[in-house]
């Protein structure tokens, strides 16, 4: 039985079946919701790990289709899909709570890879909690200040 899943969020191109095999790879299924309000619905469980979308299928420019996902599904790691053409500023998406992108068409390796790398993320997460965001940076900053007085 998978331990999780993973969310293709709006109407992904890409068959589904296609990657269930790549999902079982590390414990966890696909499934998927056509909006937003559909993806709040299948993390009901808490069990979503990722979630994949393009922010053109859900009609929202991305930083609005970021926050939806962040706010239906709290706990899953957000992965941008995009096409090669569209220009994202990835710093700010980052920052924003992008976890990781993906270009559109998929190509399965690429996608085995960042399924790779939020099975990482979630097992570090187990081991070390993650700390909000606002602490985090503010714990960069002490950092900074703590190195700058420490250069010789």
Same mark, same amino acid.
């Given at each position: 039985?998978?331990? $999780? #899943? ?8 890409? %068959? ?10 590390? $414990? *966890?299924? =696909? ?9 709040? %619905?299948? @993390? ?9 979308? @393009? ?8 930083? &609005?289709?970021?926050? $939806?996902?962040?706010? /239906? ?5 957000? =992965? ?7 220009? =994202?500023? *990835?710093? &700010? ?11 559109? +068409?998929?190509?399965?390796? %690429?996608?085995?890879?960042?399924? $790779?790398?939020? *099975? ?5 997460? /187990? =081991?070390? +909690? ?5 602490? #985090?940076? %503010? ?14």
């Amino acid at each position: 039985m998978p331990n $999780g #899943t993973v969310v293709l969020a709006g109407s992904l191109p890409v %068959e589904p079946l296609k990657l269930h095999p790549l999902a079982a790879e590390f $414990g *966890w299924s =696909i499934k998927q919701a056509s909006s937003l309000r559909g993806l709040a %619905e299948l @993390n009901a469980d808490g069990t979503l790990v990722a979630v994949l979308f @393009n922010p053109r299928d859900l009609a929202l420019p991305w930083e &609005q289709a970021l926050r $939806g996902v962040l706010d /239906a599904a709290p706990g899953a790691l957000p =992965i941008l899909c995009h096409g090669f053409a569209e220009t =994202i500023d *990835w710093p &700010q998406a980052a920052e924003a709570g992008a976890f990781h992108s993906l270009q559109l +068409p998929f190509d399965l390796g %690429e996608v085995r890879q960042s399924l $790779g790398f939020a *099975w990482e993320a979630k097992r570090r997460s /187990a =081991i070390i +909690p993650i700390q909000p965001r606002a602490a #985090t940076q %503010e714990q960069a900053q002490q950092g900074r200040a703590w190195a700058a007085g420490n250069v010789a």
